[in-house]
T-cell receptor, first 112, second 113 residues
Framework: DVKVTQSSRYLVKRTGEKVFLECVQDMDHENMFWYRQDPGLGLRLIYFSYDVKMKEKGDIPEGYSVSREKKERFSLILESASTNQTSMYLCASGLGGGTEAFFGQGTRLTVV | GESVGLHLPTLSVQEGDNSIINCAYSNSASDYFIWYKQESGKGPQFIID?????DKRQGQRVTVLLNKTVKHLSLQIAATQPGDSAVYFCAENRQGTGNQFYFGTGTSLTVIP
């Protein structure tokens, strides 16, 4: 079974902190994604990566950055956390080319 | 603007009845669609997919119908069970956008025992 693992289920951080969300996949997928999920808004793409050290902005990249130094790991970075970044963050990976994406269990981040 | 959306945000059905969840999309370049199920506290899980060269695909108790003429997608769940209670999302993969998926806002399905 494909496994996408996010390092934390729940996080509480203070405004202004630098926050790292980590995601690891074990299926050698080229593509990895970070989404945030908010009530009534569904899943919105923040960033995605189609190869090591490659990244592309999604629909809502402002306030976020990403890092992909190794194929299996994709990190989401909040440079200076703000309360409007309180959300559920979902990582996904896939082969691309019109195939499904597999999701992690999500990280619920609260910024206070 | 472009959108992937669902007609109804909530749906309640009796256990044993069939469920139909609908999704509208506006980008005619979309060529691959997926239905995901998300249970409380979990990430979305793949249910079934369909490509634009098909109009129907069946799985175990689930069927996806694609009507490209009106840009409409539906998920049918037969003999709905309490374990089917979840939020269901449709997602589209648009040609020319690499491997991005665009998600609808989701429909919350509640199965009444």
């Amino acid at each position: 079974d494909v496994k996408v693992t996010q390092s934390s289920r729940y996080l509480v951080k203070r405004t202004g902190e630098k926050v790292f969300l980590e995601c690891v996949q074990d299926m050698d997928h080229e593509n990895m994604f970070w989404y945030r999920q908010d009530p009534g808004l569904g899943l919105r793409l923040i960033y995605f990566s189609y190869d090591v050290k490659m990244k592309e902005k999604g629909d809502i990249p402002e306030g976020y950055s990403v890092s992909r130094e190794k194929k299996e790991r994709f990190s989401l970075i909040l440079e200076s956390a703000s309360t409007n970044q309180t959300s559920m963050y979902l990582c996904a990976s896939g082969l691309g080319g019109g195939t499904e994406a597999f999701f992690g269990q999500g990280t619920r981040l609260t910024v206070v | 603007g472009e959108s992937v959306g669902l007609h109804l945000p909530t749906l309640s059905v009796q256990e044993g009845d069939n469920s139909i969840i609908n999704c509208a999309y506006s980008n005619s370049a979309s060529d691959y669609f997926i239905w995901y199920k998300q249970e409380s506290g979990k990430g979305p899980q793949f249910i079934i997919d369909i490509r634009s060269n098909m109009d129907k695909r069946q799985g175990q108790r689930v069927t996806v119908l694609l009507n490209k003429t009106v840009k409409h997608l539906s998920l049918q769940i037969a003999a709905t069970q309490p374990g089917d209670s979840a939020v269901y999302f449709c997602a589209e993969n648009r040609q020319g956008t690499g491997n991005q998926f665009y998600f609808g806002t989701g429909t919350s399905l509640t199965v009444i025992p």
